[in-house]
């Protein structure tokens, strides 16, 4: 599920992994990603940070309350070159920092390895 309030970025993402055989599922915010996993979605939450109405730090604080967090990968996707570290009690539920714009190779890989048999947490950066 991608998560973010720009269009041009839901549709870059989708076109790059559904060749790829990803099931891709957009949504331009904080709640319509709670109603989608309210709905049963269970895979990889790319949540962009900077977001209208529901940052994605409040979302993810959603999802954890919520016990959504448990079935999920969640990675960050951020104009912001650092992740806000105010947030620090987060690190521990977010798989990967990737900034934009992305490498979209990188992109394919980091996604794909979630899925990898020998998949291990990987270091924020």
């Not at 989708?14 to 996993?37: A, H, S, Y």
């Not at 962009?48 to 016990?67: A, N």
């Not at 969640?74 to 620090?88: G, L, P, T, V």
């Not at 539920?93 to 979209?104: A, S, V």
Request: proline share 5%.
């Amino acid at each position: 599920m991608i998560v973010d309030d720009d269009p041009d970025i839901l549709i870059t993402i989708r076109e790059l992994l559904e060749p790829e055989g990803f099931e891709v599922f957009t949504v331009q915010n904080g709640k319509e990603c709670i109603d989608e996993l309210e709905n049963g979605f269970k895979g990889v939450i790319l949540m962009d940070v900077m977001m209208p109405h529901m940052d994605g730090w409040t979302t993810i604080r959603q999802i954890i309350m919520k016990g959504f967090h448990k079935d999920n990968i969640i990675s960050m996707i951020s104009a912001k070159d650092e992740c806000d570290w105010r947030f620090d009690d987060l690190k521990q539920y977010i798989r990967n920092y990737i900034t934009k714009p992305f490498d979209t190779k990188q992109l394919i890989n980091i996604i794909r390895g979630y899925f990898s048999p020998a998949n291990t947490k990987v270091p924020i950066h």
